[in-house]
């Protein structure tokens, strides 16, 4: 007969075993990340892929992110897309659904910097300190918002050094502010995705592409593109945001959404707009190896593209105000934040 202590050693080990083997492992969430641009372009790379990659370090593993190997659906679609479970973090262009959101087309006005990275990150220091409570990104978790570049005129036939020279030329644009713009200038607008881009220019559907200059690289431009005119500021940018299916980030613990909201925010609108700034110089780069003619608008066509636009940025007011908020004000907090950011 054993001893009554190695009994109750016995008895313990295997209740210790019986417990561990009955105990869950701990709860793991995958998300599903799809991207409706080339899953080798430098902004999935070098954004996205590092977002995903720092959220499951921030979380211990417990959140893992998976790029799905195609997109759910096309580019204007992924808001609706993640807003109703078909994938579960993506990036959207606010202009590709015009009428949608107002707010954001701050960071589409004209002559906010040169700096993807400045831009960005104030940005989304205006957008969420000031414009968020009108709660535009409904049925989603927002997390961050970003620019690119600043938006230049690229053109496959002739140059352009005066507001008159864009009489009639016809533009791809994308949506947003940029068609308004383009109206105001006199273009004719082509709203076309992205992927298209290449095929219109090519055909000679479009004269030309408003465009910041990291996609001419992401999009393999360079060859069409015979002149390029760069606007001091930028023309124009382009409104971004990182989503999250909102259900996904509820069910999350609070550890874990604290772990998200903390790699995104600012910190990945900092992360993108590196992304598209090196992107941007890397675009140059191309133009300039295929012989492109580059030109730097003169003053004179800058105060031309000024006056032009102006009642763009004044009918924005007008909209903001409609919400409660006083636009010319967010505008100039956007400009003064990136010029600090940029110095």
Request: glycine content about 8%; cysteine-free.
């Amino acid at each position: 007969m054993q001893p009554i202590h190695r009994l109750l050693a016995a008895a313990g080990l295997a209740l210790g075993l019986t417990a561990a083997f009955a105990a869950p492992a701990a709860a793991q969430t995958n998300l599903n990340m799809s991207v409706w641009i080339a899953q080798q372009a430098p902004f999935v790379q070098n954004a996205m892929l590092v977002w995903a990659k720092q959220a499951e370090e921030a979380t211990a593993g417990r959140v893992k992110v998976r790029l799905l190997p195609k997109a759910v659906t096309t580019s204007p679609q992924h808001y609706d897309a993640v807003r109703d479970g078909l994938a579960d973090v993506t990036f959207v262009i606010h202009g590709f659904t015009p009428g949608r959101f107002v707010l954001t087309k701050v960071a589409e006005m004209p002559f906010l910097g040169e700096s993807a990275e400045a831009t960005s990150v104030a940005y989304n220091r205006v957008y969420m300190g000031q414009l968020a409570k009108a709660n535009e990104h409904t049925g989603v978790k927002l997390l961050a918002v970003f620019t690119h570049g600043p938006g230049q005129l690229f053109m496959t036939s002739k140059p352009v050094g005066k507001v008159e020279d864009l009489a009639g030329m016809k533009f791809r644009t994308g949506g947003g502010v940029v068609n308004d713009l383009a109206g105001a200038l006199g273009v004719t607008s082509l709203m076309k995705p992205p992927s298209e881009v290449y095929e219109i220019l090519s055909s000679g559907v479009a004269d030309g592409v408003f465009f910041a200059r990291e996609s001419i690289l992401t999009f393999k431009l360079a060859p069409l593109i015979k002149h390029a005119t760069l606007v001091p500021g930028g023309l124009y940018n382009t409104s971004f945001a990182l989503i999250m299916n909102e259900p996904k980030f509820n069910a999350l613990s609070p550890a874990d959404q604290a772990a998200i909201v903390q790699v995104s925010g600012e910190g990945f609108a900092r992360l993108a707009g590196r992304s598209f700034e090196d992107s941007d110089q890397k675009g140059l780069v191309q133009l300039r190896d295929a012989k492109t003619s580059l030109a730097t608008a003169s003053p004179a066509f800058v105060e031309q593209l000024r006056k032009a636009t102006q009642p763009v940025v004044d009918a924005w007011a007008k909209e903001a105000a409609a919400k409660g908020v006083d636009g010319p004000a967010a505008l100039a907090s956007l400009r003064a934040e990136a010029a600090k950011l940029a110095k």
